[in-house]
């Protein structure tokens, strides 16, 4: 089963060149049943991140342009009347699909931003009193540019906390942008590796990853260094002790093992919690300097 997920991983790296981290970490969230805010500065490859997780995993897949007069309706769907059978018919919208990319979602109103983070919390939506269903799996991958950029609106902190990752893709290097221009010819996305069913077996023996007594004693003293220490703007909330947790998981077995160590829960805490310890600040140019700091106050022997 992990070469499956090397071999979507693989996939991916020769459509974007040089974000091997990236990558990973994104396959990571996806396993873990999370949901991934992806900040960064128009042209860096956030959209096409989304297209070729969507290709090799045979997703369906849509994309939704939020905008300031996005509505919450242009996004769940509508009841529309039918006169031939006088009836009203739910016609489902664009975030009835397996994979969504919400892009630009921090130039929506607070309303429409507040509508996408609920779907993302119940995987469902209630329209006109009635409760639908959404596809399973379900993975949302929101982009967002920095709060300089003109246009937007940043996302409060209880919505922050419902994105399980945050990464910024980076420029790439130099050699990894010369192969990039060297090989404009080939716009094909990578080919199908693996289907949705083989995706949700993953992600159901991911949760069967054993974190020890001792590993989740590290976490918790992590979570409540935030709770404790002034130099923490934003302290850890119960959901994101589960989002490292998961995500731990979810790392110790896209590198093949059964079981959780210290290493896997450094691996991933930055992309998980700085975030959410930045707060209202996440909307500033993203950093680790806090997780940083995190980490070096608990010593993983020592829990």
Known sequence: MRDDILQCINAIKTKIKGKQTQIELSMV????????????????GKTTLSQCFSSVLGLDYSRIQFTSDLLPADMLGVNIYESDSHNFRFHPGPIFSQMVLADEINRASPKTQSA??????????????????????????ATQNPLFQSGTNPLPESQIDRFMMKL???YPDFDAEKEMLMNQSDEEFPALVMPPEILLHLQQQTQNVVVSEKVVEYILKLVNATRNEAEFPQALSPRASKSIYAASQAFAFVQGRDYVIPEDVQAILPSVVEHRLQGIDSNKP?????????LSKVDPIAA
């Not at 969230?29 to 860096?44: K, T, V």
């Not at 779907?119 to 409760?131: H, N, R």
């Not at 993203?286 to 995190?294: F, G, P």
């Open 168 to 170: 910024s893709i980076g």
């Open 116 to 141: 996408l983070l609920e779907a993302m919390a119940e995987s469902q939506v209630t329209i006109d009193g009635k409760t639908y269903n959404l596809p399973n799996p379900f993975f949302v991958i």
């Open 29 to 44: 969230c996806l396993l873990a049943r999370g949901h991934l805010l992806l900040e960064d500065l128009p042209g860096m």
């Open 286 to 294: 993203y950093s680790t300097k806090l997780s940083k700091l995190l």
